[in-house]
């Protein structure tokens, strides 16, 4: 995972949690502007880590797919 895990990064479940946590904090509002400069900061980099998953996850997929569309030797779409 690139930078992000270079970083000890979150599972995606762990970042998608907390960054649902940031985001209710900041709807919730009473905090300083400061508070908030830092939560939206946290979220950006929990969305970053999110999005770097997600990435992960859909180039595994294309790859599994690319391997399963491709032609089996000695037959024609044959499973074996």
């Known amino acids: ?3 992000v895990a ?3 990064a979150p599972s995606y479940e762990q970042a998608r949690e907390e960054l649902t946590e940031v985001v209710r904090r900041l709807e919730t509002g009473g905090l300083t502007l400061e508070q908030s400069i830092e939560l939206w900061e946290r979220g950006e ?5 999110c999005e770097e998953w997600l990435q992960g ?3 595994k997929l294309a790859a599994a797919m690319a391997r399963r569309a ?3 030797q000695g037959s024609d779409d044959a499973p074996f």
């Open 1 to 3: 995972m690139g930078d």
């Open 6 to 8: 270079d970083e000890k």
């Open 45 to 49: 980099k929990l969305a970053a880590v």
């Open 70 to 72: 491709e032609p089996t």
């Open 57 to 59: 996850a859909r180039v």
